[in-house]
């Protein structure tokens, strides 16, 4: 069996109090064979040499390396987060691009891949993630590297229109065709690409979605990311017994929760969803004073401007919002920016009537999977989904809904606290089966069987 490498931009090396934190990390999770190696960013800013630190834990080697501050900046919050993100999930009008940080991106790029090079065995798979970390296996190429190496994006990927406002879209797509393999969650991601590849580069794609880039052959697959539903409900289970699931249904005094849980991300589409629970009071006012909204939007990505500017308007909208429907012992919508521990989290997933899960556009959304495996089969809630989240490809029995319109997810909201016992547990009795079948184990092995080939 060939070692797997993992290579992603941030490596968070599990420890005792904390066993896997991180999205990656946690949904890779059991894929993990011990002897693994997990290459990537310490998290650190400075200047300590240039060689990786390993450490052993739980059977992997976690191979780290640092950034000076001038990458950090022009690397990660610059391109990465300024440029990358916003335009892959559709948003021109963010999208902020300066010659110098794709500088900055292509030298991060080239020095991951000659401080991993001598960490490499012949025969090892080497499996890149993510938008960060596009020109990687390029690097690795030109500097000899003759190991399989594939790529998956865990964000969506945008047809060529999109694509070609980005003054070196060109060189990122020819970047991502030196890898073997490329990934995506949904077919709609991976037909993006393929749809640049035959537009930019002129190449069409056989019907297996391959197709050859300078006499090389370039797989694609879709591999849709899941979760460990079991794990995330008997966590679910464990925590309703527990002394904060307590304190919010005391809290609630019988009222129904709706519960949203996001990074603080413009692409979740957290204004939009205050604008619809505000129609939802405005329009069905059988719901006021009877319904409670709890969205946790732990803070991310604090040193870009546009995370703030988000922030600043949610602030306000909340404010404005409460201050129009609250009663002197009820506020319609409670709003925190801290993170709640996981615990906290599915046993307040489990507490909730609905889960509104509506980004603006999402590779996957794991917040989707992890409240259907919270509920309980006895009296499970209903999970409302935005049809713009790759997620929304297996979840067909939510309410799936556009959320550029505020009518239609407030509709969908009454239509949830409405719902009768019966159709809720068929509803989630199909998406539990999709999410138990999603298991990350069938995720990793999706996409290395295809790179193994
Ligand atoms: C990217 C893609 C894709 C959220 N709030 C808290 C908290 N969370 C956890 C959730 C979930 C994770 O964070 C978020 O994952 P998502 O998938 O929803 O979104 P991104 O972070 O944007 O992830 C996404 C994913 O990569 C994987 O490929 O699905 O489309 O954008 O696990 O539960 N966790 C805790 N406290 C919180 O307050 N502990």
Known sequence: MSRLVIVSNR???????????????????SGLAPGTLWFGWSGKRGHNGRTPSLHDAQGVTYATIDLTEKEYHDFYVGFS???????LHYRLDYLDYHRHQHQGYCDVNAYFAEALLPLLKDDDLVWVHDYQ?????????????????????????????????????????????????????????RNAFLSCVETFLGLASADDGSFVFE???????????????EEFAQTAVRAARGAEVRRIRESLFSRALVIGADRLDYSKGLPNRFRAFDQLLERFHEHRGKVSMLQVAARSREDVDRYQQLRRTLDRLVGDIN???????????????????????????????????????DGMNLVAKEYVAAQSSADPGVLILSRFAGAADELKEALIVNPYDADEVAEAIDQALAMDLGE??????????????????????TFLSVLRD
């Open 11 to 29: 490596v968070q090396i599990p420890t005792e109090k904390a066993p896997r934190a991180g999205g990656l990390a946690v949904a890779l999770g």
């Open 215 to 229: 006499g090389r052959l370039v797989k694609t697959v879709t591999a849709p990311i899941g979760i460990d539903a």
């Open 81 to 87: 987060n300024g440029a990358l993100w916003p335009l």
């Open 323 to 361: 201050g129009r429907y609250s009663e002197f012992d009820w506020i319609p919508i409670r709003y925190m920016t801290r993170a709640l521990s996981r615990k906290s989290l599915a046993g307040f997933y489990r507490v909730a009537r609905v889960g509104l899960v509506t980004p603006l556009r």
């Open 424 to 445: 809720r547990k068929e509803r989630w009795q199909a998406l539990r089966e999709r999410v138990w079948a999603g298991t990350p184990a069938r995720f990793t092995e």
């Open 133 to 189: 970390l596009f020109l990687v296996g390029e690097n690795l190429r030109a500097r000899g590297a003759t190991q399989k190496i594939g790529f998956f994006l865990h964000i969506p990927f945008v047809p060529p229109e999109i694509l070609d406002a980005l003054p070196c879209g060109l060189e990122l797509l020819r970047g991502l065709c030196a890898y073997d393999v490329v990934g995506f969650h949904t077919d709609e991601h």
